[in-house]
């Protein structure tokens, strides 16, 4: 799929959407603040 405009001066660039979850653990590290060791056990009990 490309861009429905055509604008001869600006280069668009076009990206895929993210996947579902895939930012899950950055927005978890960042936000709520857990580290590795809190990740690998939430991925362990099967919440993320």
Same mark, same amino acid.
């Given at each position: 799929?490309?861009?429905? @405009? ?6 668009? =660039?076009?990206?895929?959407?993210? @996947?579902?979850? =895939?930012?899950?653990?950055?927005? @978890?590290? =960042? ?6 060791? =809190? ?10």
């Amino acid at each position: 799929m490309g861009c429905p @405009l055509a604008l001869s001066d600006s280069a668009v =660039e076009i990206t895929s959407s993210p @996947l579902l979850g =895939e930012h899950t653990a950055d927005i @978890l590290r =960042e936000l709520m603040g857990c580290d590795e060791v =809190e990740l690998e056990r939430l991925r362990a009990e099967g919440v993320i």
